[in-house]
């Protein structure tokens, strides 16, 4: 509806994979509300789908439905998005966010939106971003974590629930390797595979047992993490030996539970990465196949239906 599979054709939806227009050289991808983004092999960053936030980073409020260049941005490594606003991580460890800015969530010092990627205050050695809602996260070069944006259900981290238009550290951690922000919570992967989540845990997202929001970090029951991805109200892991787990409410990649505030196991085997999305979950296995589980309402499991399943299903190749 609003663009953001990017094939430039009037589709609202497909229950199967289609290509981005003009994309042959993406080194990453991150999905956001109703857009989408990638960091290229050259250093820049493209987006599309709506606009209407600036969360395409062209200059402009419009939508489109093929990519468009990100201004102000060059040598970007990474690239993440968040609800209606985006961040690109750049080589030289600075991080350049744009779109909708009212809780904060770009980190400049400012409530002020922006069609334009402007820096980070005082970050100038992220080797990891996430975009979540509406707050942003990043590891730093000493493997400590900070976050910025909307902090009222305690997803910055750092023992309060306030705001913050700047970053500021989440408590606590001093080995993170990866960061990941969901809709109003957040987890760190040290390097040993331990996870650690903080902020809304209403619906078991903190992943300790406890079921309850926290406004400092948390540990999830198990290690051996090698990835790591957060959805809207869950979060998956995959592990070293290849296998998945998640926890929270939703997709969970197991026929039941449906909410659990400790990680649930699912069949998979192989896995290397993970991704979530809102109420579904992916994981890419070593063989190259995709597998997904979730909700499909709007073909985002990839298998050429519209039905949902609890359980991971394969996505058609692309």
């Known amino acids: 509806m609003n663009g953001q599979l990017g094939h430039g054709q009037p589709v609202m939806s497909s229950a199967s994979p289609v290509p981005v227009s003009g994309i042959?050289?993406?080194?990453?991808?991150?999905?956001?509300?109703?857009?989408?983004?990638?960091?290229?092999?050259?250093?820049?960053?493209?987006?599309?789908?709506?606009?209407?936030?600036?969360?395409?980073?062209?200059?402009?409020?419009?939508?489109?439905?093929?990519?468009?260049?990100?201004?102000?941005?060059?040598?970007?490594?990474?690239?993440?998005?968040?609800d209606t606003h985006a961040c690109a991580r750049l080589a030289t460890g600075a991080v350049r966010c744009w779109g909708y800015n009212f809780y904060g969530?770009?980190?400049?010092?400012?409530?002020?939106?922006?069609?334009?990627?402007?820096?980070?205050?005082?970050l100038s050695d992220a080797i990891d971003v996430a975009a979540g809602y509406r707050h942003t996260c990043a590891v730093r070069a000493n493997h400590t974590v900070v976050c910025w944006g909307a902090?009222?259900?305690?997803?910055?981290?750092?023992?309060?629930?306030?705001?913050?238009?700047?970053?500021?550290?989440?408590?606590?951690?001093?080995?993170?390797?990866?960061?990941?922000?969901?809709?109003?919570f957040s987890c760190a992967r040290s390097s040993d595979g331990a996870v650690r989540c903080w902020g809304k845990g209403d619906g078991g997202q903190l992943g300790n047992g406890a079921g309850a929001t926290s406004t400092s970090a948390v540990s999830v029951l198990g290690e051996g993490a090698a990835d790591l991805a957060l959805g809207w109200y869950h979060a998956c892991r995959a592990e070293m030996d290849g296998g998945?787990?998640?926890?929270?409410?939703?997709?969970?990649?197991?026929?039941?539970?449906?909410?659990?505030?400790?990680?649930?196991?699912?069949?998979?085997?192989?896995?290397?990465?993970v991704a979530a999305g809102d109420a579904f979950g992916c994981a890419l296995l070593q063989d190259g196949t995709a597998m997904c589980w979730g909700a499909n309402t709007s073909g985002q499991?990839?298998?050429?239906?519209?039905?949902?399943?609890?359980?991971?299903?394969?996505t058609l190749p692309f």
């Open 24 to 82: 042959v050289d993406a080194i990453g991808v991150d999905a956001g509300g109703a857009f989408a983004c990638s960091a290229h092999a050259g250093g820049g960053a493209r987006c599309w789908g709506l606009g209407t936030s600036g969360q395409l980073g062209q200059g402009s409020s419009d939508s489109s439905d093929e990519p468009v260049d990100v201004l102000n941005v060059a040598g970007a490594v990474q690239i993440t998005a968040g």
């Open 244 to 273: 998945v787990s998640c926890w929270g409410t939703g997709a969970l990649g197991v026929a039941s539970p449906t909410t659990s505030n400790t990680p649930v196991q699912t069949t998979l085997s192989g896995a290397l990465e």
């Open 105 to 122: 969530s770009l980190g400049d010092g400012t409530n002020t939106s922006t069609p334009l990627a402007v820096p980070v205050s005082g």
């Open 151 to 184: 902090g009222s259900d305690g997803q910055l981290g750092n023992g309060g629930q306030s705001d913050s238009n700047v970053p500021v550290p989440v408590a606590g951690l001093s080995d993170a390797v990866q960061v990941a922000a969901g809709t109003d």
């Open 301 to 314: 499991l990839g298998d050429g239906t519209f039905t949902s399943h609890p359980l991971p299903q394969a």
